[in-house]
């Protein structure tokens, strides 16, 4: 996910080409995102043009526009992240069938972090592995806060800082790598206190604490 947006953070389009380039030249795989303060259709057509093959869509920016926002970068085939924070904004990215949820612990109208907003909100979703991609992120800082967002279904996390030059990056990758955590379907069967390895056999995980999903005071 790269970062044009300027004047908060110092990236531009020339950083985003760049990157596409050294992506491409890695894997043949891997997707590049544009990440910005979308607000206008051009912004689409600039990550396009760029070679992105997503772009982030911000929730709480775009509103009822967010529909729109979605069917343009379908037409012009371009991947899309919805942003959330609010228990209301996730279930308006859901109704407008959006295919990549980040449930963000950073509330971006206040300006502060919520480390367990994230967790609290994992129940909205239909279950790992799909249809729907759900993503958590915000202030993610180490291998543990990672385990625990994925230990309730999410399909992936964004870390960000947390890896970029860190000599932590192998222990973030392996965390992904070596454990199979227990996926949300199963959440119901009295195992949330257990993790698994590749092999199936039961770990001791961190798998605690964990909101109910259907209590009022799980969202704040």
């Known amino acids: 996910m790269i970062n044009v ?30 990440k910005d303060i979308v607000v206008d259709e051009i912004q689409l057509g600039l990550a396009k ?14 509103g009822p526009a967010l529909d729109n926002f979605l069917d343009l970068a379908t037409s012009i085939g371009l991947e899309t992240i919805v942003e959330c924070h609010t228990r209301n904004e996730v279930q308006r990215a859901l109704d407008a ?4 949820i980040l449930v963000s612990n950073y509330d971006r109208v206040s300006q502060r972090y919520y480390p367990d907003q994230a967790i609290q909100l994992a129940g909205l979703f239909p279950g790992s592995g799909g249809p729907i991609i759900s993503i958590a992120g915000g202030d993610i800082q180490d291998p543990e806060t990672m385990k625990r967002h994925l230990a309730v279904g999410y399909d992936a996390v964004v870390v960000g800082k947390a890896v970029m030059g860190s000599a932590r990056a192998p222990e973030f990758i392996r965390v992904v790598r070596d454990r199979t955590l227990l996926p949300a379907e ?34 704040q």
């Open 49 to 62: 043009e760029a070679g992105a093959d997503g772009i982030l869509l911000i929730a709480s920016v775009l």
């Open 186 to 219: 199963l959440s119901q069967w009295g195992l949330e206190g257990v993790e698994f390895d590749l092999d199936g056999q039961p770990m001791p995980g961190p798998k605690s604490d964990v909101p109910n999903p259907d209590s009022a005071e799980s969202y």
């Open 97 to 100: 069938l959006a295919p990549n």
């Open 5 to 34: 947006d300027y004047q908060a953070y110092g990236g531009d389009l020339t950083e985003l080409r760049s990157a596409v380039s050294a992506v491409r030249k890695a894997s043949k795989t891997a997707a590049v995102v544009m």
